[in-house]
């Protein structure tokens, strides 16, 4: 059973470009969550999905940030005009109930020059 | 508002010996608690839980934990260091029934393991 997916491992964007992450979740599982670890520092919520619907999007800065999970395909989580301050490790985690243990991916280490 | 503390950044242990990271952990109501592993450059992986039951959880790779919850606290703990248990260890807690945002995991600082040979 394939964990938890995400692409790319590693992005390198210029201030002002957009960055788009990706997320599979583990098969059978339909709850994605979306964190994100600065540099020094424990992973903090951004974003709770379900296929088609945002549950919670509490943690999520709120501009430039957006995330989906479509009814077909990975959840995208997308952060326009980057700036410096976006460099952080994106992790997604994904569960089969909001109770249940959360598993993550390897996460995308995203750099803005 | 929930919370975690990982009151040591690092801990040092020498291989063969028993090994101890702390957490304690503030909730509002009773608590999920977690312990994951992170290796350089990887995702976080999931050593063990506890939802409710003994107070002991016995998790992968002989790593377990005790729940006191007078303390507030769930120690990770293992009898005999491996060099191979080398990484950084996050306590996470999520409070079981708040409702809304309940799923949330609230991550510590995390604690970085060397096991020296």
């Known amino acids: 059973n394939a964990g938890v997916m995400q692409n790319p491992r590693h992005l390198v964007r210029r201030r002002g470009q957009e960055a788009r992450l990706r997320c599979s979740p583990m098969k059978g599982h339909s709850h994605v969550y979306w964190y994100r670890q600065l540099p020094e520092e424990g992973l903090k919520f951004m974003v709770y999905?379900?296929?088609?619907?945002?549950?919670?999007e509490s943690g999520m800065p709120k501009e430039r940030f957006s995330a989906e999970f479509p009814k077909e395909g990975p959840s995208i989580l997308r952060i326009q005009q980057v700036v410096r301050g976006d460099s952080a490790a994106y992790f997604c985690?994904?569960?089969?109930?909001?109770?249940?243990?959360?598993?993550f991916g390897p996460g995308t280490r995203l750099l803005v020059l | 508002a929930q919370s975690v503390a990982q009151p040591e950044d690092q801990v040092n242990v020498a291989e063969g010996n028993p090994l101890t990271v702390k957490c304690t952990y503030s909730?509002?109501?009773?608590?999920?608690l977690f312990w994951y592993v992170q290796y350089p450059n990887r995702g976080l992986q999931f050593l063990l839980k506890y939802i409710t039951g003994d107070n002991l959880v016995k998790g992968s790779y002989g790593f377990e934990a005790e729940f006191n919850k007078s303390q507030t606290s769930f120690h990770l703990k293992k009898p005999s260091a491996l060099v191979s248990d080398s990484a950084l260890y996050f306590c996470a807690v999520r409070d079981r029934y708040s409702g809304a945002g309940s799923y949330q995991l609230t991550f510590g600082k995390g604690t970085k393991l060397s096991v020296i040979p």
């Open positions: 909730v509002s109501g009773n608590p999920y």
């Open positions: 985690a994904s569960s089969s109930g909001d109770e249940e243990t959360q598993y």
């Open positions: 999905l379900q296929k088609e619907n945002i549950i919670d």
